[in-house]
């Protein structure tokens, strides 16, 4: 009786011990998400994220209607969730990015993009591309069409930034 007192008891200090020790290890090596889906608040508080980069004026490489391009007047602020950099050459799955555009002339343009990953937009780095509202929920069309998506603007999004593959598809950071 007193052997299987003392095996059991052992078996409780070796789970306790097991337990207390792998509590204690560093969470250094948390694993990135598979897949990131954006919803309605995902974008809430964009303005206070950190700024990745800011341009002012025209640019050609923008042509005549992406970020008001061909504007002399216009600021564009790309801001970045967490102020996210690449790891090993690419954004980690989750990463968000905003850009604002405006002019003293009332232009204000919020464009997002979201590393989706899972596959989801393998043609442009996993990407998935957005229209904003002031106040960061996504954007609808005059047909109640939700903004969103790997061929936004008919594509224009993912074609523009493929110029950037070799960072990411990120031009300003």
Excluded at 39 to 49: I, Q
Excluded at 56 to 76: C, E, I, K, W, Y
Excluded at 98 to 123: C, D, H, L, W, Y
Excluded at 157 to 168: I, L, R, V
Aim: proline letters at 4%; hydrophobic letters at 35%; one cysteine or more.
């Amino acid at each position: 009786m007193k052997k299987f007192y003392y095996t059991a008891l052992c078996a409780v200090a070796f789970i306790g011990v097991t337990t207390l020790i792998s509590s204690c290890k560093s969470d250094s090596t948390t694993p990135t998400p598979q897949e990131f889906i954006a919803d309605n608040t995902t974008f809430s508080s964009f303005a206070g994220w950190a700024v990745g980069g800011t341009f002012h004026g025209a640019n050609p490489s923008l042509g005549g209607m992406a970020h008001g391009g061909n504007d002399t007047s216009v600021t564009r602020v790309v801001h970045f969730k967490d102020d996210q950099n690449r790891v090993n050459g690419k954004f980690p799955t989750g990463t968000l990015v905003v850009k604002q555009s405006t002019s003293p002339a009332g232009m204000n343009e919020i464009t997002a993009m979201v590393k989706r990953g899972n596959n989801f937009n393998p043609n442009a780095g996993d990407w998935e591309f957005f229209m904003l509202t002031p106040t960061g929920t996504i954007a609808t069309d005059a047909n109640g069409g939700v903004m969103r998506g790997a061929n936004l603007m008919d594509g224009m999004c993912a074609g523009c930034h493929k110029g950037a593959s070799a960072k990411d598809y990120i031009f300003s950071k």
